[in-house]
Nanobody, 117 residues
C-alpha cells in the first residue's frame, strides 16, 4: 500500500525559508519520478517541482519557484524534500507529495505552508 507522509509546513514570514519532507513507503521509491504539488486558496492544484528516479537526474520547476525552491531525494531513506527559500505570500498553499504509479497518481495528505507579509 502506497503511503506518502508530508511534514514541515508552517507559518512563516515573507522572505523566510522552510524545508518540506515526504516519507514514502509501500512502493519501490528509487524507481519512480517524484513530484511536489501545491494548491492555494481558491486555486487549482499545480505542479511545483519534479525529480527523476535516478540522481542526478532530470529536475523541473514551475516558473514561479525556479531559483527559490530546490527539490531533492534520498533514495536510501525513501525521502523526498523541498527546500523553499525567499518565500512570499503567493506561496501560501497546501503542499502535496505525489507519485504516478500507473494507472493512478498517489497523493499524501498534504502539509500547510502559510506565508504572511
Amino acid at each position: 500500500q502506497v503511503q506518502l507522509v508530508e511534514s514541515g509546513g508552517d507559518l512563516v514570514q515573507a522572505g523566510g525559508s522552510l524545508r518540506l519532507s515526504c516519507a514514502a513507503s509501500g512502493f519501490s521509491f528509487r524507481t519512480y519520478t517524484m513530484s511536489w504539488y501545491r494548491q492555494g486558496p481558491g486555486k487549482e492544484r499545480e505542479l511545483v517541482a519534479t525529480i527523476a528516479a535516478v540522481v542526478p537526474g532530470q529536475i523541473r520547476y514551475h516558473n514561479s519557484v525556479r531559483g527559490r525552491f530546490t527539490i531533492s531525494r534520498d533514495n536510501a531513506r525513501n525521502m523526498l524534500y523541498l527546500q523553499m527559500n525567499s518565500l512570499n505570500p503567493d506561496d501560501t498553499a497546501e503542499y502535496y507529495c505525489a507519485v504516478r504509479i500507473p494507472p493512478a497518481r498517489c497523493w499524501g495528505q498534504g502539509t500547510q505552508v502559510t506565508v504572511h507579509a
